[in-house]
């Protein structure tokens, strides 16, 4: 007996060259739109990353500052978004709130905040409150709770309900529910979240930083402004270490948890 249907085999190969044809088209589109086509576009890669080289080190005490800058926007907004995200997440998980008009409210105001781009957020506070920290610390506060209220509102609609049930029937009000029978089961994976919007974070930052949200950013983009492509290229390598640092504690912390 043949694995599958003559049938399914056909749909298959139809889609999978229907999926070819568009990647190959859009592909030659690309290359037509380009100057001098691939070949050219690796031509100038090579001339521009040679400039990046040899990197200049001798800015390095230049950069801790505002490295450590970018670290403390990531706590703060992650922090204040997990503090506001419970009773968002709660909210719109539809196996605890069951007042319709409610969840649907609180979910639309979730998609909402996921629909505004991160950078898009960033040059709206700091046309609002200017330069500097602050609006980083509102533009990433306002793009994590987006993030962790879905992910965690849809491990919240994972749960097994049976002791929730059962302390409902025993008489117990909503927030001992909460508390007693749903927090121990999502703790876990709220912490595992919040490390990994944690992370989502420190990437983030900097690319705001770039649009005056401050942080390191704000420096990688003078630094490329003045075509200081050497220091411009310390400031990439402390970044990369930072994060691959901050991954790693992660990642260990999460193994932990779960």
Do not use: C
């Amino acid at each position: 007996m043949p694995l599958y249907p003559a049938k399914t085999k056909i749909q298959v190969t139809i889609i999978f060259f229907v999926v070819l044809g568009i990647y190959t088209y859009s592909m030659i589109k690309t290359q037509e739109d380009m100057v001098g086509g691939f070949g050219g576009a690796l031509g100038n890669m090579y001339t521009v990353i040679e400039k990046f080289f040899p990197p200049n080190f001798a800015i390095l005490p230049a950069i801790w500052d505002s490295m450590m800058q970018t670290i403390q926007m990531a706590i703060i907004a992650t922090t204040i978004a997990a503090i506001l995200t419970v009773p968002l997440a709660v909210l719109s998980a539809q196996n605890i709130t069951t007042f319709k008009p409610l969840y649907y409210l609180t979910r639309t105001l979730l998609n909402l905040l996921r629909t505004i781009p991160d950078l898009v957020l960033a040059v709206i506070f700091v046309g609002l409150f200017g330069i500097g920290v602050f609006p980083g610390i509102l533009a990433l506060t306002v793009f994590s709770l987006g993030i962790l209220a879905k992910l965690i509102s849809e491990t919240i609609e994972s749960v097994d309900m049976n002791p929730l049930e059962a302390m409902r029937a025993s008489g117990g009000n909503v927030f001992q529910v909460i508390w007693y029978s749903l927090v121990p089961q999502i703790a876990p994976q709220f912490t595992s979240l919040v490390l990994y919007v944690f992370e989502i974070n420190i990437r983030a930052s900097v690319v705001l930083g770039m649009v005056g949200a401050g942080g390191v950013g704000l420096i990688l983009n003078q630094q490329l402004k003045f075509y200081n492509y050497p220091n411009a290229m310390t400031v990439i390598i402390v970044i990369f270490a930072t994060v691959l640092i901050i991954e790693y504690v992660s990642n260990k912390l999460r193994e932990a948890l779960l």
